[in-house]
């Protein structure tokens, strides 16, 4: 256990800090959460519930980490970022900014959220995918294979975006919709049901 100018007081009776895992700064480990492996937690962050933090990831800013989410692999989070409830982040995905992961979520794959971004329910953001700005992806939607959503909009049902696609504006998408083949869906657009769009511009 590595644990630099952290008070010890501010890792919890019932929490973990494993023997190669780094705790530094003003870093919290509370209740019963734990830091594993070659894990590094530091700055201002708040490990709590029964989250944890293993692999070689890293948590970092001011960001916080609780119920039983996990973050695994080489995975980052870092800004004022929040993840909570039972999402998990790994496979180098990176997680910053203001950005909130809640849920069920999975973020994998490089993907990397960020601004205000928030990924919630059982939504899965995967394959070097980009959520930012104030854009959401919920429910069972899943955005892979290098999508971008952004903007204000909203990604949610059982919607999927892939294939070099683009989200943006205020963008609604919903229920079985499909973008994908670089296709962009922007401005107030609205693409519900089991519509498809995989060429073009829609706005």
Excluded: L, P
Excluded at 61 to 69: E, I, K, L, N, P
Excluded at 134 to 140: C, I, L, S, Y
């Amino acid at each position: 256990m590595q644990i630099v100018h952290s008070n010890r007081r501010d890792i919890g009776d019932q929490a973990w800090v494993g023997e190669d895992a780094w705790v530094v700064g003003d870093a919290r480990v509370r209740e019963n959460a734990s830091v594993r492996d070659n894990a590094f937690v530091g700055d201002r962050t708040d490990i709590s519930g029964t989250a944890r933090v293993d692999g070689n990831a890293s948590v970092f800013g001011d960001a916080t980490v609780s119920g039983t989410a996990r973050i695994s692999g080489d995975a980052e989070i870092s800004g004022t970022a929040s993840v909570s409830g039972s999402a998990w982040v790994y496979e180098e995905a990176a997680i910053g900014d203001a950005s909130s992961i809640d849920g069920n979520s999975r973020i994998c794959g490089r993907a990397k959220i960020g601004g205000h971004a928030r990924v919630d329910e059982f939504a899965i953001v995967s394959d070097r995918c980009r959520i930012g700005d104030r854009a959401t992806v919920r429910g069972h939607a899943r955005v892979g294979d290098s999508a971008i959503v952004s903007g204000s909009a909203v990604v949610d049902g059982r919607a999927r975006i892939h294939g070099h696609a683009e989200v943006a504006g205020a963008a609604q998408i919903g229920d079985d919709a499909v973008i994908s083949g670089n296709a962009r869906v922007a401005g107030q657009a609205v693409v519900r049901d089991d519509q498809k769009v995989d060429s073009g511009t829609r706005a």
